[in-house]
């Protein structure tokens, strides 16, 4: 059975950094895209970051570029997302998610990703 794990979240003030995992279990997903994704109250999921299997290749939001940092350690099956310089806007839930296919393109979707872990609060206090 398939499952990511995310971790890490958790309440912090403005300008404070995180540092979100993602563990993955069930398959290796060394040459799968993954994707971050967060869903703030009353608004719909957006995409945040993601990265390439194939080149590493990585693509962020213009509202997180220079913020935040996607990474991935494919000996551990696991994703990172360091988020510093947190603003109250980043308050949402982060979910991590595995793509269907090897790349990342700028405008990646998330009909291109099947599996989804079962996300990790981040409340940013002003």
């Known amino acids: 059975q398939v499952q990511l794990e995310e971790s890490g979240g958790g309440s912090v003030q403005a300008g404070g950094s995180l540092r979100l995992s993602c563990a993955a279990s069930?398959?290796?997903?060394?040459?799968?895209?993954i994707g971050w994704f967060r869903q703030a109250p009353g608004k719909e999921r957006e995409g945040v970051s993601c990265?390439?299997?194939?080149?590493?290749?990585?693509y962020y939001a213009d509202s997180v570029k220079g913020r935040f940092t996607i990474s991935r350690d494919n000996a551990k099956n696991t994703i990172y997302l360091q988020i510093n310089s947190l603003k109250a806007d980043d308050t949402a839930v982060y979910y991590c998610?595995?793509?269907?296919?090897?790349?990342?393109?700028?405008?990646?979707?998330?009909?291109?990703?099947?599996?989804w872990g079962q996300g990790t609060q981040v409340t940013v206090s002003s």
């Open positions: 069930g398959r290796t997903f060394s040459t799968n895209a």
């Open positions: 998610a595995t793509a269907i296919g090897t790349i990342c393109d700028s405008d990646y979707d998330e009909d291109e990703f099947d599996y």
């Open positions: 990265i390439s299997a194939s080149d590493g290749n990585t």
